[in-house]
């Protein structure tokens, strides 16, 4: 769609369904699907750090991490894929919709959405950017909260009631 053409924030609805998401339903959503990928994770570091020989020299190996990194993007790919919202986004009222015509992400447009903070949150020297990303779309001058991910990948974050 050539720039002319897309949509502006006088395009979404004020209030209700299709109107853009806050920063607040945003994060609540993220927070919530964390909580839900991350507990298992988080309860069996505890177990082990509680079984090690040594508690004072535990570390959580690499590939647990990685794996943990793995699973959360693909959780929020997939979901997105599919349903064009998560756990945590429908429990807030949001989905992810396509940018240009407010259809559910495809496949690829998912996997960018979610790898772009991913990518930076499975490296440790850039880990605390991660959390950062979101809040990019403070910086959107448009109106429509589109943080970078949204914008790499057209999307769009808007509200279902």
């Not at 897309?6 to 607040?24: K, L, W, Y």
């Not at 994060?27 to 509680?50: C, E, T």
């Not at 997939?78 to 429908?90: E, I, K, N, P």
């Amino acid at each position: 769609m050539p720039p002319s053409e897309a949509p502006t924030v006088e395009d979404f609805p004020a209030h209700g369904v299709n109107a853009i998401a806050s920063m607040g339903q945003r994060a609540l959503g993220y927070l919530i699907d964390a909580v839900i990928v991350q507990l298992p994770f988080v309860l069996a570091s505890v177990a082990a750090l509680l079984a090690a020989p040594d508690p004072a020299e535990y570390v959580t190996p690499w590939w647990a991490v990685a794996v943990q990194a793995v699973v959360f993007i693909t959780y929020q790919t997939v979901l997105l894929a599919w349903r064009g919202r998560t756990v945590g986004c429908a429990a807030v009222g949001i989905r992810i919709a396509r940018y240009g015509n407010g259809g559910r992400p495809t496949l690829s447009q998912a996997a960018i959405r979610c790898l772009i903070p991913g990518i930076f949150g499975a490296n440790s020297l850039t880990a605390l950017i991660e959390p950062l990303i979101p809040l990019t779309a403070l910086l959107d001058q448009s109106g429509l909260r589109r943080a970078w991910h949204d914008k790499a990948a057209g999307t769009v974050v808007v509200r279902t009631r």
